[in-house]
């Protein structure tokens, strides 16, 4: 069966949820010509598919050499060597034993102790921008104060300078956008520049910290290459794909929130009068807009899973945003709860790939909405959302809010 679902349809950025309603309602997993693969949408057959450990990232996992590489041109992924060295050879990319190898080498730096200790560095960041931003009155919630939150906090992590966020980004934008269905000519140039650029920036933060370390990523990553944990590219790679993958999901997961917020006021004023309510605030935010409504994975064998046989190379769309609304997993979905529980949702994915970032995701989010909640009178939208497009982000383009009455 085919997949009743079109992304270019007007409007699929702004309200997908009618099209996720349609293809959960279709039997199996539905074929999608756009994406060459099969598409799971209701939350129990998008847990089964990434719990699976025989579903990989990478066809380099099944695939021979010359498979792969033809896979690459088809996907419009060649001639891009930069693209190749850091992007294609990074942790979300890699499965197995190299997988867990990256991974636990860059754990240590996301678990809630560590990450708790940049709470002071988040607060004064928001602290700061809203002194400037609230006697203003009128904000662009995206353009003024989400979009540059997470690259700071990220560029403190790693050590670069905060001057460099803005271009680090930008660099990410770039490559992350090349990722959706529409792979131009352009969009391709850009991505491959970007890496080029981002990893001339990160060589010359490696010499420095090689030379005088500090207690930073990039410093502790050195010491995991110099271990024998990791080599060079992978260290280049293993920092780039933190920010790629932490810097437009939690952008687009606050513009989201704020919608939500905006959008169910009852919500709002229970928040304002019961702040302890926020990190299940947050929880809902996550699963009522997932950030990240998309993610894919081969089957690296011949296997049997969600009711059928499948042939060792098929290609599966995970739905994230689907099933964090499947009526079969939440009671009333389609309702912003701040108080539901139990709240397993996928926004972050589930299985080996689960994102490394999630608390780091949290502890941004709680802070801003705090803070934001603490010192405006109000949170009044003024103006039409414009939202993203396409299935690897969901977000806000711009939010035009008022902070008064």
């Known amino acids: 069966m085919q997949a009743d679902f079109d992304l270019t349809a007007p409007g699929f950025g702004a309200d997908p949820w009618p099209a996720y309603d349609r293809l959960r309602a279709q039997p199996g997993l539905p074929f999608w010509p756009g994406f060459d693969g099969h598409l799971a949408s209701r939350m129990a057959d998008v847990r089964a598919i990434a719990l699976d450990r025989r579903m990989v990232r990478a066809p380099a996992a099944f695939a021979p050499p010359d498979q792969v590489r033809a896979m690459q041109v088809a996907g419009n992924f060649h001639d891009m060597p930069f693209h190749d060295r850091y992007v294609q050879t990074s942790m979300l990319d890699t499965d197995g034993p190299d997988h867990g190898r990256l991974r636990r080498a860059v754990f240590p730096f996301f678990t809630k102790t560590r990450l708790e200790s ?172 997932a950030p990240l409504p998309f993610f894919h994975r081969y089957a690296s064998e011949d296997l049997t899973i969600c009711g059928r046989d499948w042939p060792k190379g098929t290609l599966f769309g995970l739905l994230y945003a689907s099933a964090n609304r499947d009526p079969a997993a939440f009671d009333a979905p389609e309702r912003f709860d701040i108080t539901r529980r139990p709240n397993v949702h996928l926004a972050f994915g589930a299985g080996v790939h689960v994102c490394l970032g999630n608390n780091l995701a949290r502890l941004n989010m709680e802070i801003l909405f705090a803070a934001l909640l603490a010192r405006a009178p109000a949170l009044v939208l003024d103006g039409p959302v414009r939202w993203k497009s396409g299935l690897q982000a969901h977000g806000p383009l711009s939010l035009p809010l008022r902070l008064a009455p």
């Open 118 to 289: 940049l709470r002071g560095f988040v607060t004064t960041w928001v602290d700061a921008a809203l002194d400037r931003l609230i006697p203003q009155g009128r904000i662009d919630f995206t353009a003024d104060l989400a979009a540059h939150l997470p690259g700071q906090v990220i560029g403190h992590l790693i050590g670069t300078d905060p001057d460099l966020a803005p271009q680090m980004t930008e660099w990410s934008d770039h490559v992350v956008s090349y990722f959706d269905i529409d792979r131009t000519p352009e969009k391709k140039a850009r991505a491959e520049e970007a890496t080029r650029l981002f990893a001339a920036l990160l060589e010359d933060l490696y010499a420095a910290r090689a030379a005088q370390p500090r207690d930073d990523l990039m410093s502790a990553m050195i010491e995991a290459e110099r271990a024998g944990l990791m080599t060079h590219d992978e260290l280049i790679a293993t920092i780039m794909q933190i920010l790629h993958a932490g810097h437009g999901s939690t952008i687009d997961v606050l513009g989201s929130g704020m919608v939500a917020l905006l959008e169910h006021p009852d919500q709002q004023a229970m928040l304002r009068a019961q702040p302890a309510l926020m990190p299940q605030a947050v929880q809902e935010m996550f699963r009522f807009a």
